[in-house]
């Protein structure tokens, strides 16, 4: 399978692109499932109904959030009703939603994809290791699903390598999420499965993590209430990985980062071209 995740959606810079470019990429790379981090997309906190739908309309099979899940209060309920959208698994028993969901692709292949949160310098959440492991027991890789994506939420490198290693082999890609920068990390472990330490973000990158810069420059420098937070104006960059996957196993076969916008350098999977 062809494979395409993309990080945090940040406002409407982070739509924008998403919208614009992701219709013609689908087309261009064949690509089979396209999974987005949506938990920034409405003003850069949270996901909306609309916002939800609007990104699965332009082409993401599976949108998943993060420490921002609930900012936008409406995404406790529609949760419920709308399974390609998928909050951290590791949530507490009765937390609106699912934090994993074996989804239909439209271009056909089934794919696990989970989201789970970090809990070093995050808020503390159940052991996300035990949590991985139970879905893909479940659910394992080439019995049940084509291709198995998590999606790591979290702030320390160090965890996410850790749960990379502790599912390789198991799992077809392991991709971090929440810092909004990308990393250049991207591989394939020993075992089979794709890595990348954090996807970047989809949104304008003449910013702090995707916010405008002057407000945070302000907070570091002046320790008082300011306004609030707003997403960066400039033009988005879509930031993510690109994995193919192996019919018969499901674990990878190659990966390439993907960079397209202004402000980082551009890169796409060439062996797709
Ligand atoms: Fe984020
Ligand atoms: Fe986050």
């Known amino acids: 399978m062809r494979l395409l995740f993309l990080g945090d959606i940040v406002g ?7 919208i614009e470019r992701l219709p013609s990429l689908r087309e261009r790379w064949r690509l089979d499932g396209v999974i987005i981090n949506g938990e920034n997309a409405a003003g850069g906190f949270g996901i909306t109904e609309a916002i939800c739908d609007e990104v699965l309309a332009a082409g993401a099979d599976a949108i998943t959030l993060g420490n921002h899940s609930w900012d936008q209060r409406e995404a406790l309920v529609f949760i419920e009703r709308q399974p390609r959208l998928l909050r951290p698994v590791n949530y507490p028993p009765g937390t609106p939603g699912r934090g994993a969901n074996l989804i239909d692709m439209r271009s056909g292949g089934r794919v696990l994809v989970i989201n789970v949160m970090g ?9 996300p290791f035990a949590a991985v492991d139970r879905e893909i027991e479940a659910c394992p890789l080439a019995r049940v699903a084509d291709a198995i994506v998590v999606d790591v939420h979290a702030e320390a490198t160090s965890e996410k390598e850790a749960l990379g290693h502790h599912l390789d082999g198991r799992v077809s890609l392991v991709v971090g999420t929440h810092t909004h920068v990308p990393t250049a990390d991207y591989r394939v472990l020993k ?7 954090d996807a970047g973000m989809c949104g304008d990158y003449d910013s702090v993590l995707g916010m405008q810069k002057e407000e945070s420059i302000r ?4 320790k008082t209430p ?3 937070m707003e997403p960066g104006l400039g033009e988005g960059t879509l930031s993510g990985i690109a994995v193919e996957t192996d019919d018969r196993t499901g674990l990878a076969l190659r990966v390439a980062p993907v960079r397209l916008g202004p402000h980082l350098e551009e890169a796409w999977p060439r062996f797709w071209d």
């Open 119 to 127: 809990r070093l310098f995050m808020d503390p959440l159940d052991d």
């Open 226 to 228: 300011g306004s609030r």
């Open 219 to 222: 907070r570091f420098l002046q």
């Open 12 to 18: 409407r810079p982070g739509r924008a692109a998403v």
């Open 191 to 197: 075992g089979g499965t794709a890595y990348m330490s």
